[in-house]
């Protein structure tokens, strides 16, 4: 079938072809008599407008771009719906890719979005180096979710992670807890603070004999192979503080695999308050980050600076909060988690 165009809609419509592009660009030069008049037949012949084109004419096209690190983290389906709301509200749409956690996919992912002419850019939690983002905002606003950066021209928003871990180390600390092991996020967002947080408040208790952290990564093998590596050297641990909830399933696997309940053999905390970190079947204490507020502000963050560009950036940090639930608990009395397994 062949598409509708603009002089096609003028003929419909009884009115010139400049009086229809006017509408289209929602100029406020047209009356409401002819407005509706080019809607309707528009409607009619099932026109589309020709979104390049009109990019041209404008110089904007409406759209920000997203590039999401994982999309299989649901930690990152609260921030999108976060970023959505608050684009919609002010008129743009949103289109989203991702580099699955690959540096050099994420800085093609970007490429791609800027070819596209978005008005605005969000990394949310990037694994590519900050130059990608001070790169992209060259030409667009950027702001970048989940991953502290002080580059004077690219706006951040993120979760005291620091902090975060902390909470986590107080609460094992509060249940009898000293054999604390961490597993890290690898090179994802967020991980170094978390890693930090954890080291330095193992310190704060007097533990710094105790501190164990292991290589793992956001995802359930990452998890899964951090949780094997303790298993397999050194004294077993009471308590493991994971990256987040995604390794932390990982983590309950190896633990099931072994015949090691939770948390009477082991607790486990993992990080995000995800949605199936609250399902009956984990209970999993974790730590909140307001996910869909994090979206929100960076979306809020990037339109203000398309309508009002600023000489320096904005770095958001917001307050982490502690869940707890059925996965952590006292240590066991038994001293035979002092010794390595078999």
């Not at 003028?10 to 009086?19: C, N, Q, T």
């Not at 090179?187 to 170094?192: K, L, N, R, T």
Request: proline share 5%; aromatic share 2%; hydrophobic share 40%.
């Amino acid at each position: 079938m062949k598409h509708a165009t603009i002089l096609d809609v003028a003929r419909e419509a009884g009115v010139s072809k400049s009086l229809v592009s006017l509408v289209m660009r929602d100029s406020d030069r047209v009356s409401p008599s002819s407005r509706e008049a080019v809607l309707e037949a528009a409607k009619k012949l099932g026109y589309r407008p020709n979104a390049a084109a009109r990019t041209m004419v404008r110089q904007r096209s409406s759209v920000i771009g997203v590039m999401v690190s994982d999309l299989h983290n649901p930690f990152f389906a609260d921030v999108i719906d976060g970023i959505d709301m608050a684009v919609g509200d002010a008129g743009y749409r949103s289109i989203l890719t991702t580099g699955n956690r690959v540096s050099d996919r994420e800085r093609l992912a970007v490429a791609t979005l800027l070819e596209m002419r978005v008005d605005g850019l969000i990394m949310v939690s990037p694994v590519v180096n900050r130059g990608c983002a001070i790169e992209a905002s060259e030409s667009v606003p950027v702001v970048v979710v989940g991953k502290a950066t002080r580059a004077p021209t690219v706006d951040s928003v993120t979760n005291d992670d620091r902090n975060g871990a902390g909470m986590v180390i107080d609460h094992l600390v509060e249940l009898g807890h000293r054999r604390i092991a961490h597993i890290d996020g690898g090179i994802g967002a967020g991980s170094q603070p978390r890693r930090t947080g954890y080291s330095r408040s193992m310190k704060r208790h007097g533990l710094e004999n105790e501190i164990r952290s292991v290589r793992g990564g956001f995802t359930e093998d990452g998890g899964s192979m951090g949780m094997q590596s303790l298993l397999a050297t050194g004294p077993r641990p009471t308590a493991v503080f994971v990256a987040n909830d995604l390794a932390a399933i990982g983590v309950l696997k190896v633990l099931d695999t072994e015949g090691l309940s939770v948390p009477d053999d082991i607790s486990v905390v993992g990080y995000d308050n995800t949605s199936m970190a609250a399902s009956h079947r984990l209970g999993l204490t974790t730590v909140d980050q307001p996910r869909h507020d994090m979206g929100r502000m960076a979306a809020e963050l990037v339109l203000a600076s398309i309508d009002q560009p600023r000489s320096t950036a904005s770095h958001a940090v917001l307050s982490p909060k502690l869940v707890i639930r059925e996965s952590t608990g006292p240590p066991p009395t038994s001293l035979e988690g002092e010794k390595r397994r078999p």
